[in-house]
């Protein structure tokens, strides 16, 4: 298949930072859309990639799967967007579409193995997929979503991996108007998930050790903040909430947490992959049939209804633009937790 080079910003080992490179992308075929990417989001994960953090990563890696862009080419068959239009690409570039997790549109749940928009196996010209700290991206139109005409198109982009991630679990478990929902930590994805539960209508907290992040939290439309080093506080929402969205991307005790949980409550881990410590105590579990789970992203058509109901409600994500060339910096920003509330690249500062 023939390719085509273009610029990029990537790793050649966990040692190294990132630096501008070239890549190949592959022309466009019947189903693909061909998107120059304006803005691409930087989130946690990228920068796990980036320093093998989680131990399979390939180099040359090139992260970024938050992207909003312009199309520019779409194949003969493709019917969904046409040139010119706005159109974004989140963490999934490919599934098997076969299986019973695709054809129920939950693709982020392939049996078969989803293909990730960096990182993966790339079916059509071999290696790894390459994501959005690039000039250009080619992806297949079902993977392509589009973009609210109202929405700002830089503060949309991490809507595709901050937005969905918190999105999903808040539908699953069915939040609306007559929800008390927490959100455990308030940094890019806890900020997405306190705007998202407010615009279904949901009684929102703020679970925080900071008592710094309480104006933060209630401008983004938290009714309330616990500090979760305060007793009192603690004890004061003992068997409150229905949901409990939990962001934090480190371990952490999560049993204060499920204590606050109503009967038939649930904690979702969206944040931290690994193993509890200290130990879960299933106690008060048991004896309020309560339940800790964890989510993954949104499938496809998930992720549109995010971005529509987005558009409907304008909400996007807090943001800091940076230039590509400042990315090493941003990630050491990050690790400190120095953003507000998430880091976009403006994608004209590669091509210039």
């Known amino acids: 298949m023939s390719t ?6 990537g790793t050649e080992s ?12 592959r022309e466009v075929n019947p ?4 998107i120059d990417i304006l803005y691409c989001g930087v989130c946690h994960s990228d920068l796990h990639t980036a320093r093998n953090d989680w131990g399979f990563t390939t180099y040359p890696a090139v992260p970024g799967h938050e992207i909003v862009g312009k199309v520019t080419r779409v194949g003969s068959e493709v019917t969904k967007l046409k040139v010119g239009d706005f159109a974004a690409v989140g963490c999934l570039v490919g599934s098997c579409g076969t299986c019973k997790s695709c054809e129920q549109d939950l693709e982020q749940y392939c049996l078969n193995g989803w ?17 959005g700290y690039s000039e250009k991206v080619v992806v297949e139109e079902h993977f392509v979503l589009k973009v609210p005409s109202n929405l700002d198109l830089a503060a949309t982009a991490p809507l595709l991996c901050a937005g969905i991630t918190t999105w999903s679990p808040l539908k699953h478990w069915n939040v609306g108007p007559n929800s008390k929902v927490a959100v455990v930590g308030l940094g890019g994805l806890g900020h997405m998930a306190i705007k998202l539960a ?12 900071s008592p710094d992040k309480t104006k933060d939290a209630k401008d983004l439309g938290a009714d309330y903040v616990v500090i979760t080093t305060d007793d009192t506080q603690m004890t004061s929402v003992q068997g409150k909430f229905d949901v409990i969205i939990d962001t934090v991307p480190y371990v952490h005790d999560i049993n204060p947490y499920v204590a606050t949980l109503a009967i038939s409550g ?30 993954l ?11 529509d109901f987005c ?34 690249i403006d994608m004209s500062s590669l091509k210039a």
Request: aromatic share 8%; glycine share 10%.
């Open 4 to 9: 085509t080079t273009v610029k990029a910003y």
């Open 14 to 25: 966990k040692d190294a930072d990132l630096n501008q490179m070239n890549i190949q992308r």
């Open 31 to 34: 189903k693909d859309i061909e």
């Open 115 to 131: 293909v990730g928009t960096y990182n993966s196996p790339d079916k059509y010209i071999g290696g790894m997929t390459y994501g």
């Open 198 to 209: 407010k615009g279904l209508g949901a009684e929102v907290t703020l679970f925080s050790r």
């Open 266 to 295: 649930t904690l979702v881990l969206v944040g931290y992959l690994g193993g509890l410590d200290p130990i879960l105590n299933t106690v008060p579990m048991i004896m309020g049939r309560k339940a800790v789970a964890a989510s």
């Open 297 to 307: 992203i949104g499938g496809i058509a998930e992720t549109q209804e995010m971005l």
């Open 311 to 344: 558009g409907k409600h304008n909400i996007v994500s807090e943001i800091e633009i940076i230039k590509m060339q400042d990315i090493n910096e941003a990630y050491e920003r990050m690790l400190k937790s120095d953003v507000r509330y998430r880091f976009v």
